[in-house]
């Protein structure tokens, strides 16, 4: 398949899941809507995965990033490019990926971390391994992530691709967001 053949592909599943939201599509419609060509098949995954993330979100409010760490495989490897702490782009390992997220807060005064407007689609994915190159179970958030940095209120959109192994754990983290403004707060 062409790289534009996959775009296309990867735009069409994704206007469709936004069609699904707003139209207010139910889960138990979501659960049986499915997208298929001739190399790729998307379809809703357990909501189980959803409120996976859910608790994810609320261990990163609360700054509980052992319990945080309980959602990750032992070998879980995250990518964030435009990262502003001393891990740089990527982290391989849970107790690495959890260090780091509490040495960051405490190195630079993190406080009130709140997330709003959230957005949390779970799917499951068979075929050429569109997303990051990985079949299985894929889920997206979107949200807007409010902290204090330093005593400097931020706000910025915050994005999320979570890979999960056959344990229901998280084996693989795409991190995105805004990172001027915590740059910004941090000089």
Same mark, same amino acid.
């Given at each position: 398949?062409?790289?534009?053949?996959?775009?296309?592909?990867?735009?069409?599943?994704?206007?469709?899941?936004?069609?699904?939201?707003?139209?207010?599509?139910?889960?138990?419609?979501?659960?049986?809507?499915?997208?298929?060509?001739?190399?790729?098949n998307?379809?809703?995954?357990?909501?189980?995965?959803?409120?996976?993330?859910?608790?994810?979100?609320?261990?990163?409010?609360?700054?509980?990033?052992?319990?945080?760490? &309980?959602?990750?495989?032992?070998?879980?490897?995250?990518?964030a490019?435009?990262?502003? +702490?001393?891990?740089?782009?990527?982290?391989?390992?849970?107790?690495?990926?959890?260090?780091?997220?509490?040495?960051? &807060?405490?190195?630079?005064?993190?406080?009130?971390?709140?997330?709003?407007?959230?957005?949390?689609?779970?799917?499951?994915?068979?075929?050429?391994?569109?997303?990051?190159?990985?079949?299985?179970?894929?889920?997206?958030?979107?949200?807007?992530?409010?902290?204090?940095?330093?005593?400097?209120?931020?706000? +910025?959109?915050?994005s999320?691709?979570? +890979?999960?192994?056959?344990?229901?754990?998280?084996?693989?983290?795409?991190?995105?967001?805004?990172?001027?403004q915590?740059f910004?707060?941090?000089?």
């Amino acid at each position: 398949m062409k790289a534009s053949q996959k775009i296309r592909s990867s735009i069409l599943f994704l206007l469709l899941i936004l069609l699904l939201v707003v139209s207010g599509c139910n889960k138990e419609q979501a659960a049986q809507t499915s997208v298929q060509n001739e190399n790729l098949n998307y379809k809703f995954a357990s909501n189980e995965y959803v409120e996976i993330i859910e608790k994810l979100m609320e261990y990163w409010a609360d700054q509980d990033f052992d319990a945080y760490g &309980t959602l990750l495989a032992e070998d879980v490897i995250s990518f964030a490019p435009y990262n502003p +702490h001393e891990a740089g782009n990527e982290t391989w390992g849970r107790e690495r990926e959890m260090n780091i997220y509490k040495n960051w &807060t405490k190195n630079n005064e993190v406080e009130n971390i709140e997330f709003s407007d959230i957005s949390i689609v779970a799917i499951e994915t068979e075929g050429n391994k569109p997303f990051y190159k990985e079949s299985g179970i894929n889920v997206m958030a979107f949200a807007t992530m409010k902290m204090t940095i330093y005593g400097k209120p931020i706000n +910025h959109g915050i994005s999320w691709i979570f +890979h999960f192994n056959n344990e229901k754990l998280i084996d693989k983290i795409y991190l995105f967001f805004d990172a001027q403004q915590q740059f910004n707060a941090m000089n």
